[in-house]
């Protein structure tokens, strides 16, 4: 596992299972490099990476599954070590149907949202045909803000596309046809994402406190093992999950919470 280039625009797709994350990436990517899966439940226990340019920048897009105590700080362990100068912009995948499980990352994003990381949030609301109706979407985003404090903050951030699969079993030309078009709809996807990454990821990225200072002794580590999460009892996860607790404190709360519910 590399780090990604200096001066790259570094994305984290994060969202529930089946939402369309795998999807957004390789659209992102123009690749087919992310493992699609519309109706199967899958989980990314690793990291999935990819390194793209458009307009002459280059992104690096790192996707991650779901969020638990058990797999957070090795996971971000991770992301600090593949993004040194940061990152750019989180884009959270959400489709129309919302779930407890998405409730409890936004749980996690309210946590974090006092050490600044909301300034560096895009809400990608997938799976959404009418995505070039105004009026439809605008409805929509009302909607959403509804649901959550948290969405009702990044509101100003929602992008809205529609990624139909292209991995399509062809019988006859009606599913050539198909193809053909849904091929068309996620190049405007990708139009639309791209034209809003290149307003919202400027110079800045986003860091802990310690991230420097993580990257550093990550980077150490890395050099005798591929990843921080092969050895999930390591000294190193120990201190990333003190620093994240020092620096977003609420964090410890939702999972000690958490952790009382399910006893």
């Known amino acids: 596992m590399a780090n990604c280039e200096k ?7 994060v969202g529930r299972t089946v939402s369309g994350k795998s999807t957004l990436c390789n659209v992102l990517s123009n690749t087919d490099n992310f493992e699609e899966s519309e109706y199967t439940a899958k989980k990314t226990e ?17 996707e991650i599954g779901l969020i638990e105590k058990k797999v957070l700080y090795d996971k971000i362990g991770d992301v600090i070590y593949l993004m040194p100068e940061g990152i750019s912009q989180v884009l959270f995948v959400v489709d129309e149907r919302f779930t407890a499980e998405e409730i409890g990352m936004l749980e996690l994003f309210e946590a974090m949202f006092d050490s600044g990381i909301g300034e560096y949030t895009t809400i990608v609301r997938t799976k959404f045909e009418n995505f070039k109706n105004e009026e439809l979407y605008e409805k929509d985003r009302e909607d959403l803000c509804k649901v959550s404090e948290t969405f009702a903050k990044i509101c100003r951030r929602i992008v809205y596309v529609d990624n139909p699969p292209i991995k399509i079993l062809v019988n006859d030309h009606e599913d050539e046809e198909t193809i053909k078009i849904n091929k068309k ?7 639309i994402l791209l034209k809003h990454l290149e307003k919202v990821c400027q110079e800045k990225y986003y860091k802990l406190k310690s991230w420097d200072e993580l990257h550093s002794k990550i980077a150490s580590y890395i050099e005798s093992i591929e990843s921080i ?6 000294p190193l996860v120990k201190e990333i999950e003190r620093n994240l ?10 999972f000690d919470t958490k952790a009382d519910i399910k006893s």
């Open 7 to 13: 001066g790259i625009k570094n994305l984290l797709i």
């Open 46 to 62: 690793t990291f999935q990476t990819e390194i793209f340019e458009s307009n002459e920048t280059k992104y690096c897009v790192v």
């Open 185 to 191: 709809r996620r190049d405007l996807s990708r139009n």
């Open 229 to 234: 999460g092969s050895k999930k009892n390591s």
């Open 245 to 254: 607790e020092l620096e977003v404190p609420a964090l410890k709360l939702i």
